[in-house]
């Protein structure tokens, strides 16, 4: 079982969405705030599934209480919304510095690639999200993944990873 938080509307359900229906279909399907929780299996290979979990960010008070029931954990960033970007490093910050995620897998997702239109747009989110100490400081296993819930971008490795959590 792996848990799929992040602030709100950073695209959790449209990338569930993605991971559960056809490849050919594109098109930006309609998402609502998540409330509560929903489980959904995703079929990651030919013979592996993986069940996750998405918290709404709305939810963020009470993520924490889902950690420890889980062995890996995808946090999903908006690359795009730099108003954002404080309060997301912040609720990742936490997320690491949690003593139930000490042990856990972490899978650190920038969505919505396809509204980034530089290199140098993407550094400066990268930058103000202080991707680079983050990652230096944390204890835990971090992988970070670029992808667009819109157009499937990036969706190989995010598989990849998802295959080894199940
Ligand atoms: N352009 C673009 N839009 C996206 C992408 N992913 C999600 N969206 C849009 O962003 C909006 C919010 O997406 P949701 O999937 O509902 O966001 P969420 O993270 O589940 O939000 P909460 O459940 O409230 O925490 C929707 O209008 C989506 O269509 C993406 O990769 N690119
Ligand atoms: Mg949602």
Known sequence: MALLIGPSSVGKSLLLKRLTTDEKDKELVA???SIGTSLVKVQVSRKKSVTIRELGGSMAP???????DVAAIIFVVDASNLQQVGAATIQFIHLLNSPQTQSSKILLLFNKLDLVTSEADKGKFMHLFMLDDILRHSRQEVSVAEVSALNRTGFAAMKEWLELCA
């Open 31 to 33: 998402t609502v705030p």
């Open 62 to 68: 009470v993520w924490p209480d889902y950690y420890s």
